[in-house]
Every structure is written in structure tokens, then in C-alpha cells.
């Protein structure tokens, strides 16, 4: 085998110099006729000879040797731990590291710099687990002196795929996997990826990543900051998998990135936020997936960015289950579920936008099932179900607009169905069921307007079925019905106003023997056509 090679070698050297022997003659006789040999001696030079290297732990010079493999290389590692005292740089294209046992180790003993950094396309790490010296993270743990970066950086270019590969956790390095520049890619599949010291994983600057059938956790409950960072019009694709246990946020998608989750059953138990949207021209869709359990909110969309979900779940928010937030920012849902949070199940603030189709909402313990507040915020909501809320099931505040469409609303236990409160807001309503509510079905007060067409109130258990309270305040009924409240069907009070066309009004009880009363100075009441019954 060596005679061999060094033939080659001795072959390959042959070729070099006549090449340059050929090049210098037709440089002094452009007319020669030897160029018509020079072409296929070029063409033999660019051939690629692939190669398959077994490996051990303990080969001497390991490092050297793995950083000198050539393109479409193949390495087979022998079960074992191979230690690195220094960064190792993967140059090669179609490069392919195999542990078939799946019992090797690549543990990093130097705490600068990365673990290795990838540079060729199309690398490929299979069976393969990235740690830390366990020495230097119990010195760098308590100290936080470590300067390394990751266990794994893959930088501009450069592309590489992990087949059940570990990355585990620690505290030496700061992240486990770092994607930075344009057209960094890496696709991890049946990967499990622990969190290092700030983080699991980080795309940036135009990098991109997809996460197929793996798991992300921290190394103990709320162990990081963030599970895994997008940003600067990075992306993100995430299938069949799971995030959990991380301090501030699961899954940040930030400064116009992108993400795309499908089918990732578990996004949980995070101190912050499960999922986070923030910027303008960030985007993310979610599809099957569930998010439950985190601290402040599921899902929250911040300053100018958009997400939408399809038959997702939120759940078990220690407060909110979905906030939305800042001028620009909008979250859509589609046949979702949002419930047993402690909160509001939606909180919409400071011209934020939700819409919400074919979904619930539930279970709300303390406070409002969707409550939008300030100018600008908007919430419009198609055959949605919202009920079992401790506070009101639907409330526009400040400004707030909300429209709802085919909706029904139940079982609100201490406040109301619908409110609208104060200057400028309003709730507008179309075929839409409130019933089982404490107090009133629907109020408008202190300069908030509602609008019912074609709706149906019934069952205030201790009050109105409609109340209108307050200068400024005003509601407006198209061919409605309220029946059975424990009071009037309709109450109008302190400078309110009100107008009926069409509708029926009866089995409501009030303290004149009619179902409508109106009280105070300078309070109106418009009735067209409209019947009102005991």
C-alpha cells in the first residue's frame, strides 16, 4: 500500500511538471500543437480521490490528521472519547464523520475559541456526541470565566447535517451550536441538543436551520437564557419536536428571521415566554404544536412582528397565554385552543392586532378570557367560543376595537359577557350567543359603544342582559333578543345612549314590571319597532 502510494505521488509530481513544461512552450508558440495534449493532463489533475480512514481515540496526532481529511473523505471512528486541546477546523466539502456504535465522544479541553468550526459544504456528523472538558465546567460553572463561544460553529458557506448526534450540556461553552453568516446551514435530525451556558443553539446573520425529530433542554429547569435564537433575517424550520426548561424564552425569533414550526408537541416549561415574535418583518406560523406551562406568556408577538398558528394548543400559562403587543404586531389563529391560564387567555396592548377563527378560549382563572387595551388594538373574532372566565370574557379598553362574528360567549363567573370601556372604545357584534354571565351580558360605560346585530342575550344570573352607563356611552341594536336576566333586559343610566331597531325583548324582571329602564339627565332612548314582554 505505501509503494503504491508513493508511485502515485511520484506519477502525480510527473504530471506537475510537464504541465509547466507545456504551458511555457505554448506561451512562447502560441501555434503549438501540444495544447491538444495539455487538456486531458488538467483534466486528470482536478480528479477527486475519495477516501475512507478508520479511527481511533488514541492515534497519535489525531487532531492533525482529522483536519488534513480531503473532499468526499469518509472517517469511521472507533467507540471511544477523542480529546481536542484546541479548535478543530473542518475545511472540506462532503466531508462524512460515522461512529456506527454510536459510542463516540468529540470532547473539547481547551475553554477558548469554538469546538470545532465548520467550513466546507455539506459536512456530515452521524452517532457522534460535542461536549466540554467536565473539568473545565466545573471551573467555569462558578467562576463564569470560559470564553469559549460553542461547541459546534458552522460560519458562512459552510453546510452541515447531524444524524443522532448529542450535544451536552454544560457551562464551558456559551452555546451549543452558532450559525453566522449567509448561507450558513446546518439540519440536525434526532439530535439531542443540551443548553450551554447562554443558550442550545444561535442562526445569525442570514444563516438558516432545520430541527427535525430532536429535543432542546436546558440542563436543569430554567437553566439559560434563551433555547434557541434567530435573528437577523435568519430562519428556522422545526418539526416534531420538543423545547424545555429554559429562563427567559424557548424559541426567540427576532430583527426580520423567520421560523416555521410543525407538529412540535412540547415548547414548555419556560420561565419567560414559550415562543417569542419581536421586530418588524419577523414571521413565524406554528402547526400542530403545543405550548404550555411557561411563566408569562405561550406565545408572545412584540414590536412589529407576526405570527400565525393552525390548530395549535396553549396551555397552563402562569399568566398570559398569548400577548400581543406594540403598533404593527399581530397574531392570527386558526382552530386553536387557549386555556387554564392564570391571566388573560389573549392580552392585546399598544395597537397590537388579533384575529382568532374557529377557535376557544377557556378557563381563564383570575381575569379576562381576551382583554385589548389602548388605541389601536384590535381583535376580530369568527365563529369563536369563549367561556368559563373568571373575568370578562371579551373587554376593549382605552380605545380598543374589538369585532366578533358568529361567537358564542358563556359562563363568565363574577363579571360580564362583553364590555366596552372608555372614550373611543367599541364591540361590535354579529349572530353572536352571550349567556350564563354573572353580571350584564354586554355594557358599554364611561364613553364605550356596543353594537349588536342579529345577537341573542340570555341568562345574566344577577343582572341585565344589555347596560349602558355614562355620558358618551352608547349602544346601538339591530333585530336582537334578550331574554330571561335576572333585571331589566335593557338598562340605560347617567347620560347614556341607545338605539332599537327591531328585536324582542321578554321573561326579563325589573323593578317598574318592565324589561327596559332608563335613568338620569340627559339619557335617550330610541326605539323602532321593537317588542319588550315580561
Known amino acids: 500500500m505505501q509503494n503504491d502510494t508513493l508511485r502515485f505521488e511520484e506519477d502525480l509530481h510527473c504530471e506537475i511538471r510537464q504541465t509547466h513544461h507545456f504551458r511555457k512552450i505554448q506561451k512562447l508558440n502560441p501555434e503549438s500543437n501540444l495544447s491538444h495534449q495539455l487538456a486531458p493532463r488538467e483534466k486528470f489533475l482536478a480528479v477527486s480521490h475519495s477516501r475512507t480512514i478508520q479511527i481511533g481515540p488514541t492515534h497519535l496526532k489525531l487532531q492533525s490528521r482529522l483536519q488534513r481529511v480531503n473532499d468526499g473523505d469518509t472517517v469511521i471512528l472507533a467507540p471511544g472519547i477523542y480529546e481536542f486541546i484546541s479548535t478543530l477546523h473542518v475545511v472540506a466539502s462532503n466531508i462524512t464523520f460515522i461512529s456506527p456504535s454510536e459510542a463516540s465522544t468529540f470532547r473539547f479541553m481547551h475553554s477558548d475559541g469554538d469546538g470545532i468550526i465548520i467550513a466546507g459544504k455539506k459536512s456530515v456528523f452521524k452517532g457522534i456526541t460535542f461536549e466540554c472538558s467536565p473539568h473545565l465546567d466545573e471551573i467555569s460553572k462558578p467562576l463564569q470565566v470560559s470564553n469559549a463561544h460553542a461547541l459546534v460553529s458552522v460560519i458562512t458557506g459552510a453546510s452541515v447535517e447531524f444524524d443522532k448526534c448529542a450535544f451536552s450540556r454544560g457551562s464551558c461553552s456559551a452555546h451549543s451550536l452558532i450559525l453566522s453568516g449567509a448561507q450558513a446551514f446546518a439540519s440536525l435530525f434526532q439530535c439531542i441538543i443540551g443548553t450551554q451556558r447562554k443558550g442550545a443553539i444561535i442562526a445569525t446573520l442570514q444563516s438558516s436551520i432545520t430541527i427535525d425529530n430532536s ?10 437564557p434563551i433555547g434557541i435564537l434567530i435573528e437577523q433575517r435568519s430562519s428556522l424550520k422545526m418539526r416534531s419536536s420538543e423545547i424545555c426548561g429554559f429562563v427567559s424564552i424557548g424559541v426567540l425569533t427576532a430583527s426580520g428571521s423567520s ?25 413565524v406560523t406554528a402547526t400542530g404544536c403545543q405550548f404550555c406551562n411557561s ?29 400581543v403587543q406594540g403598533a404593527g404586531s399581530a397574531l392570527h389563529l ?5 386555556q387554564d391560564t392564570l391571566e388573560a387567555c389573549v392580552s392585546i396592548s399598544r395597537g397590537g392586532h388579533f384575529a382568532a377563527i374557529d377557535s376557544t378560549f377557556s378557563h381563564s ?23 368559563s372566565c373568571k373575568g370578562t370574557c371579551v373587554l376593549a379598553l382605552t380605545g380598543a376595537i374589538a369585532c366578533l362574528h358568529d361567537c358564542e360567549i358563556k359562563n363568565s363567573i363574577s363579571m360580564q359577557g362583553v364590555c366596552a370601556e372608555g372614550n373611543s372604545s367599541s364591540v361590535k357584534m354579529v349572530r353572536c350567543q352571550i349567556k350564563g354571565t354573572r353580571e350584564a351580558c354586554v355594557v358599554a360605560m364611561h364613553g364605550g359603544a356596543v353594537q349588536l346585530e342579529c345577537c341573542v342575550l340570555s341568562h345574566s344570573i344577577s343582572s341585565r342582559g344589555l347596560s349602558v352607563e355614562g355620558p358618551n356611552s352608547s349602544a346601538l341594536l339591530i333585530d336582537s333578543r334578550i331574554k330571561n336576566c335576572a333585571t331589566a333586559a335593557i338598562c340605560v343610566l347617567n347620560g347614556a345612549k341607545i338605539k332599537i331597531q327591531g328585536g324582542t325583548f321578554s321573561d326579563c324582571r325589573s323593578s317598574e314590571g318592565q324589561g327596559m329602564c332608563v335613568q338620569g339627565s340627559e339619557t335617550t332612548a330610541e326605539i323602532v319597532d321593537a317588542c319588550f314582554a315580561r
Open 295 to 323: 411563566i408569562e406568556a405561550n406565545v408572545a408577538v412584540l414590536f412589529g412582528a407576526h405570527l400565525e398558528a393552525n390548530n395549535c394548543q396553549f396551555s397552563g400559562g402562569m399568566f398570559q397565554g398569548c400577548v
Open 259 to 283: 421560523a416555521a414550526l410543525t407538529n412540535c408537541k412540547s415548547i414548555s416549561h419556560n420561565q419567560r415566554d414559550a415562543i417569542c415574535a419581536h421586530g418588524l418583518g419577523t414571521v
Open 365 to 387: 382563572k383570575e381575569m379576562q378570557g381576551i382583554a385589548a387595551q389602548g388605541l389601536g388594538s384590535s381583535v376580530e373574532l369568527l365563529n369563536c367560543k369563549i367561556h
Open 334 to 338: 386558526r382552530s386553536c385552543e387557549t
Open 215 to 224: 429535543i432542546v433542554k436546558g440542563a436543569d429547569r430554567y437553566s439559560a
